[in-house]
């Protein structure tokens, strides 16, 4: 079975450049999640999605981050305009359902100049 | 509010030597999760347990086991006979009502 796929792997931007990145979660999973994880910090939730709606997103700096999770499959998480703080890894996990195990792409390393 | 406390930041270990990553969670809930991720230098966060509330019973898995105590709000993990591969950080997770916590993850290091 597939596992979650992320691209880029890696990306190097300007500040104030938007850039986007792109999930597609295991086969049949319902649940889709984004978190950001910074150097030598554990992974935060940015936006949970049920299918193509949103169920959390209250961690998601909404000026400047924004996600969609199309026909409830692949999503795409933007930040528009990048800023040096917005330096980290990006990875996108998807599960069955909210309280089941979550299942954890490569990750989208991002660094911000 | 939620929140995940790993007090060791690094351990360093020889192999085969047991060791125990600490995990102590806060929150006003009844009903909850708590979960532990391995990532490994690779980079992508490995699943390795999933623990409710209502369910207490100590969990071993190889050389892998859970202790988890309600009474102290701690869910530790040991891993017996450490090996070289189990080189990696340890994240503990928290997940209540669509909101899902990470501690700030154990750095382990197995020393041939």
């Known amino acids: 079975e597939a596992g979650v796929a992320q691209s880029p792997r890696y990306k190097i931007i300007e500040k104030r450049q938007s850039v986007a990145f792109w999930c597609n979660p295991i086969s049949g999973h319902a649940t889709l999640y984004w978190y950001q994880q910074i150097l030598g910090q554990g992974p935060k939730l940015l936006i949970q999605f049920q299918n193509n709606g949103v169920v959390d997103d209250s961690q998601l700096p909404k000026d400047r981050f924004s996600a969609e999770r199309l026909k409830g499959v692949d999503s795409t998480l933007k930040i528009q305009p990048a800023k040096l703080e917005d330096s980290a890894v990006y990875l996108c996990?998807?599960?069955?359902?909210?309280?089941?195990?979550?299942?954890f792409g490569p990750g989208t390393r991002l660094t911000v100049t | 509010a939620q929140k995940v406390t790993q007090a060791q930041t690094e351990i360093s270990v020889v192999e085969k030597e047991d060791v125990t990553l600490d995990c102590v969670y806060e929150t006003r809930d009844t009903t909850y999760y708590l979960f532990w991720y391995k990532q490994p230098p690779s980079g992508e966060l490995v699943f390795l347990i999933r623990r409710n509330s209502f369910d207490e019973q100590n969990e071993i898995s190889g050389r892998y086991s859970w202790n988890f105590q309600k009474s102290t709000s701690s869910f530790n993990f040991t891993i017996t006979a450490s090996q070289v591969v189990d080189s990696a950080v340890y994240f503990c997770a928290l997940w209540h009502n669509n909101d899902m916590r990470f501690g700030a993850g154990t750095r382990l290091t197995v020393k041939p």
């Open positions: 996990a998807s599960s069955l359902a909210g309280v089941y195990e979550q299942y």
